[in-house]
């Protein structure tokens, strides 16, 4: 009888790579979403920057007229 051949580094520990690869995507995630809120925080201190006219409407941008 003949030993089987001896799987491969990776098919060996194909679960641990599998979990690390999840670990690694959730932490990824994590940090995108830290710095989308970090983005939208910047862009709501931008906006409170603004100074409105309190006597003037809020009116549209003109729109194109179809021809």
């Given at each position: 009888m003949s030993t089987p051949p001896r799987l491969s580094f990776l098919?060996?520990?194909?679960?641990?790579?599998s979990f690390l690869a999840m670990v690694l995507g959730?932490?990824?995630?994590r940090v995108r979403r830290g710095s989308r809120?970090?983005?939208r925080r910047e862009f709501?201190?931008?906006i409170d920057r603004v100074e409105l006219d309190?006597?003037?409407?809020?009116?549209?941008?003109?729109?194109?007229?179809?021809r």
């Open positions: 098919d060996r520990y194909l679960t641990a790579w959730v932490a990824l995630e809120r970090v983005q709501a201190d931008e309190r006597d003037r409407p809020v009116t549209a941008p003109p729109t194109r007229s179809s």
